[in-house]
């Protein structure tokens, strides 16, 4: 099976980035990233529908992204990020081994 999250995340693109990604994670990117969480929050009153906070999530989960991609372009490395990398692309590529999770009542 073969994994294009990479391709995937070549079309997402922010108003605030170039062409590229920066090669830092500068005070602007990180206000630009910032300034594109709080704009798309800021429709929340806007939002017509029964699930805000699903909205709300994935406003989150793009500004989540969109970081974690800076801070792979910067070559960051730390044990926890090297971690959540490999458990994002495990996510991606449909191998990340899920326990069976029941609900059981008390």
Known sequence: ????????????SFAFQGPRPSS???????EGLLSNLLQRLSHLQEVRTDYPCDYMARC??????????????????????????????????????LPNVTETQP
Not at 24 to 30: C, D
């Open 24 to 30: 830092a994670l500068t005070p602007a990117t990180l």
């Open 1 to 12: 099976m073969k994994c294009h999250h990479l391709d995937a995340r070549l079309d997402t």
């Open 60 to 97: 989150k989960a793009g500004f989540t992204d969109a970081l974690i991609q800076e801070l792979e372009a910067s070559g960051y490395h730390s044990p926890a990020f090297d971690r959540l990398i490999q458990l994002r692309d495990a996510w991606d590529c449909g191998q990340l081994d």
